[in-house]
């Protein structure tokens, strides 16, 4: 079966510091990737999806960037936070064959 | 570029009840997905019903049930005889194709009353 893992859970990080949140899938082959962010009590904003293996499709210019190394590896990353980078973000993905998401457990990423 | 509307962002309602939750979306396609997630406190996104735009029969997952309008580009979700563990966010969701985004709404807030 197939299974989602996103690490850390929590992260607080000071401001302009680094940052690589890490999400691998297991169990299937060329999945469709994603990274949301959710803000307190907000909606899901898309920030990058990814089709394949070095192919990323940024949704919201910002700061953050992602990659995706390997098939079922994708990164998120940036190399100075902001305070603005605060927020619930989740990793997903999904296939050809059954187009539903699923969901990582999330990472809370407090920048103070 | 597609959108995704859900005009109420918080809805209550009591035990037992039946509540129906709006959506909206904006696209130019004939074939796409359409998705109900919830969100507990927990966090967990948990799909609640797929609907595929080309059926036209509306989906039906145990008390969840959904009113596809494919003119009206409509999608409520139903929740009859409401428990508690319904109370969550709401997101409705678009699909293009397999290989494409996923689009969400901004979430609507249920509230069980006991």
């Known amino acids: 079966s197939q299974t989602i893992h996103q690490w850390p859970a929590t992260l607080v990080q000071p401001v302009g510091s680094p940052l690589s949140l890490e999400c691998t899938v297991e169990?299937?082959?060329?999945?469709?990737l994603y990274w949301y962010r959710q803000a307190a009590g907000r909606g899901l904003q898309l920030l990058f999806y990814?089709?394949?293996?070095?192919?990323i499709s940024s949704e919201v210019p910002q700061n953050l960037s992602a990659s995706r190394p390997q098939d079922r590896q994708f990164i998120l990353s940036s190399k100075k936070l902001l305070l603005s980078d605060s927020g619930f973000y989740l990793c997903?993905?999904?296939?050809?064959?059954?187009?539903?998401?699923?969901f990582g457990s999330g990472t809370q990423l407090s920048v103070l | 570029a597609q959108t995704v509307t859900q005009s109420q962002p918080e809805m209550s309602v009591q035990e037992a009840e039946t509540v129906t939750l709006s959506c909206t979306y904006d696209?130019?396609?004939?074939?796409?997905?359409l998705f109900w997630y919830k969100q507990p406190p927990s966090r967990q996104m948990i799909l609640v019903i797929r609907?595929?735009?080309?059926?036209?029969q509306n989906a039906t997952e145990n008390r969840f049930s959904v009113n596809f309008q494919k003119a009206a580009k409509s999608f409520s979700l139903k929740i009859s005889d409401s428990q508690l563990g319904d109370a969550a966010m709401y997101f409705c969701?678009?699909?293009?194709?397999?290989?494409?985004?996923?689009?969400f709404g901004p979430g609507t807030s249920l509230s069980v009353i006991p």
């Open positions: 696209t130019s396609e004939s074939d796409y997905y």
């Open positions: 997903a993905w999904n296939a050809g064959l059954n187009e539903k998401l699923f």
């Open positions: 990814s089709v394949g293996i070095g192919q």
């Open positions: 609907q595929e735009a080309y059926k036209q």
């Open positions: 169990g299937t082959s060329n999945p469709n």
């Open positions: 969701a678009y699909l293009k194709t397999s290989y494409d985004k996923v689009i």
